[in-house]
């Protein structure tokens, strides 16, 4: 069955795409165009608490991941269940990558730039790259993985890439009339962000959306680099 969403955002652990995409998200549902969220891993050692079961983790990380979906006007949330702190550049991911491609159909794909220089979240690195190769030429090709064709996952050609975290802007959002809810969105995210100081933490994204916005004139933005899939 084809989906034919606009947007797919894929991260590698719930909260993620808020920090990195949100703003953006919360445009895009507003003039009715879906978006799917894809996260990779569990966040079963995002915790600095020491008497926090890892399971109960998973569990809390997931709801607040839904409900910071529900706050954006997320359509689906699809969890892939793979360890924190353990993807890896493998047939068996790139191979589930390609299958949410092809049943997704997006327009946009949207994940973490895996060319950061110097200190990265390893996972981040690992699902930016997997992605882009799942891009291209995989999803695209209809022999690359031909048991997905054999079970109906039909060739997608995604035709644009945005990558946050990225050291090399080229495309910027404005973000000026999202912001607010980019950062309601976060607030979902108590056992990530719940602790810090909310003025702090609301100051120090703000200042991170302005400094993005300079270089187009904008009040706030989100800034990624692009990448228009031609062939």
Same mark, same amino acid.
């Given at each position: 069955?084809?989906?034919?969403?606009?947007?797919?955002?894929?991260?590698? *652990?719930? %909260?993620?795409?808020?920090? #990195?995409?949100?703003?953006?998200? &919360?445009?895009?549902?507003?003039?009715?165009?879906?978006?799917?969220?894809?996260?990779?891993?569990?966040?079963?050692?995002?915790?600095?608490?020491?008497?926090?079961?890892?399971?109960?983790?998973?569990?809390i990380r997931a709801r607040e991941q839904r409900e910071a979906a529900a706050v954006l006007g997320v359509a689906e949330v699809v969890f892939l269940?793979?360890?924190?702190?353990?993807?890896?550049?493998?047939?068996?991911?790139?191979?589930?990558?390609?299958?949410?491609?092809?049943?997704?159909?997006?327009?946009?794909?949207?994940?973490?730039?895996?060319?950061?220089?110097?200190?990265? *979240?390893? %996972?981040?690195?690992?699902? #930016?790259?997997?992605?882009?190769? &799942?891009?291209?030429p995989f999803s695209r090709d209809h022999l690359s993985f031909p048991d997905l064709l054999e079970q109906g996952f039909q060739p997608h050609r995604?035709?644009?890439?945005?990558?946050?975290?990225?050291?090399?802007?080229?495309?910027?959002?404005?973000?000026?009339?999202?912001?607010?809810?980019?950062?309601?969105?976060?607030?979902?995210?108590?056992?990530?962000?719940?602790?810090?100081?909310?003025v702090q933490f609301y100051n120090f994204l703000k200042e991170r959306a302005r400094q993005a916005g300079l270089a187009k004139g904008f009040a706030?933005?989100?800034?990624?680099?692009?990448?228009?899939?031609?062939?």
């Open positions: 069955m084809v989906e034919q969403t606009d947007l797919l955002v894929i991260a590698p *652990h719930a %909260d993620d795409s808020e920090f #990195g995409i949100a703003g953006t998200v &919360a445009k895009m549902t507003r003039q009715g165009k879906k978006v799917v969220y894809l996260i990779c891993t569990n966040g079963d050692k995002g915790t600095s608490d020491l008497n926090l079961d890892p399971h109960e983790l998973i569990q269940g793979y360890a924190d702190q353990g993807l890896e550049d493998t047939a068996e991911f790139r191979k589930e990558i390609v299958r949410q491609i092809r049943i997704f159909q997006p327009h946009t794909v949207a994940t973490t730039d895996p060319y950061r220089k110097y200190l990265q *979240h390893r %996972d981040h690195r690992i699902c #930016g790259q997997v992605v882009l190769d &799942a891009i291209y995604v035709k644009e890439v945005l990558t946050w975290g990225t050291d090399e802007p080229n495309y910027w959002m404005d973000i000026s009339d999202s912001f607010e809810i980019k950062i309601e969105a976060l607030r979902k995210h108590v056992s990530q962000v719940g602790k810090r100081d909310n706030l933005a989100e800034e990624f680099h692009r990448l228009e899939i031609l062939r």
